[in-house]
């Protein structure tokens, strides 16, 4: 069993728990994921891990109530736990696995809305203790959903809030702290990093794309297993088929075509429609579990 030591209410629907985990805590990288379970009869929910602390043992999980499971997991509390809590999983963040030196020399903008802020922490973290320095623009739709804003300021070169109300740091879209920052303030980055609602992650991609900003995206949205075998997460990336929870979740927001995905998302809610897309996508239906053909 997986104790949770810490248990908060952050906003309206959204939750985070510290859990204790050693093993995961112990070599989990920004952009990867867990599996949390409640009981035997529990869905499995994949969630990006917000933060760990390797000396503690334990992983951070932010989660926003979207269904039944997620609601009976908002009414867990300090001393309660999880039956299974499975991970590190999926590909960490590209710039962990690239040439330090390489990383070191680029201007980062990193691009968080809503409940995306959490999986974006980690990696701001990560630039931090590394001595790179990283713009962040955080969106929230006002200022009661605004979430880590302390924990962000703290390891933000500079930090931007947005809301889409104006009830707190500037009025606004990320999308048009984007391109003031580029086009008005003159800042230059060299990559973008954009996590959010796919709408958001859409949009940010259409604004850098004639920026001429490589953008990455995290596609945990469309996860529902988070194991390869469910066929939730299918994308088409570059005109290639690939799945979020093994190949990504991060991906080239460029290539990504966000169209098909969302519309893909709908259709995958009824048992109809999984069906259908059973039968249209045949033997790439699934993620390459390798063991559900
Ligand atoms: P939200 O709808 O409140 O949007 C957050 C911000 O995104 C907004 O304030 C705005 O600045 C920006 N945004 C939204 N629509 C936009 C548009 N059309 N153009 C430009 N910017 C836009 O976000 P929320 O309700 O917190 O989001 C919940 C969603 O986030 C869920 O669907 C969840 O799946 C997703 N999510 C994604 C990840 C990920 O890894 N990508 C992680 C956690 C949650
Ligand atoms: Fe089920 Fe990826 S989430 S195949």
Known sequence: MYQILKAERLAEKIFLMD?????????????????VKMDERG?????????????????????????????????????????????PLGQPSEFVKENFDEVK??????????VGTAPVYPQVKWMREHGIEADVIVGAKTKDLLILEEEM???????YITTDDGSY????M???????????????????????????????????????LPTIVSMNPVMVDGT????????????EVKFACVDGPEFDGHLVDFDEAMKRQQIYKTEEGRAMLRLAEGETHHGGCGHCG
Not at 54 to 64: E, H, K, S, Y
Not at 105 to 114: D, I, T
Not at 174 to 199: F, K, S
């Open 19 to 35: 859990v204790e985990a050693p093993r995961v805590a112990k070599t989990c990288q920004p952009g990867e994921f867990v599996i």
């Open 43 to 87: 869905e499995r929910i994949p969630l990006t891990i917000c933060d760990y602390n390797r000396n503690a043992g334990t992983v951070t999980i932010v989660f926003q109530i979207v269904g039944a499971s997620t609601r009976r997991m908002a009414g867990l509390g300090k001393g309660d736990a999880f039956q299974d809590f499975v991970g």
């Open 105 to 114: 020399g680029r201007k980062y903008l990193f691009v968080a809305g809503g």
């Open 153 to 159: 300021k703290a390891v933000a070169a500079n930090l």
């Open 169 to 172: 740091g500037r009025k606004g």
């Open 174 to 212: 990320v999308t048009e702290v984007i391109r003031d920052l580029v086009e008005n303030q003159g800042r230059q980055y060299d990559i973008c990093v954009a996590i959010g609602p796919m709408i958001m992650m859409k949009f940010v991609c259409l604004l850098t794309k004639e920026l001429g």
């Open 228 to 239: 390869g075998m469910c066929g939730a997460c299918r994308l088409s990336v570059g005109g």
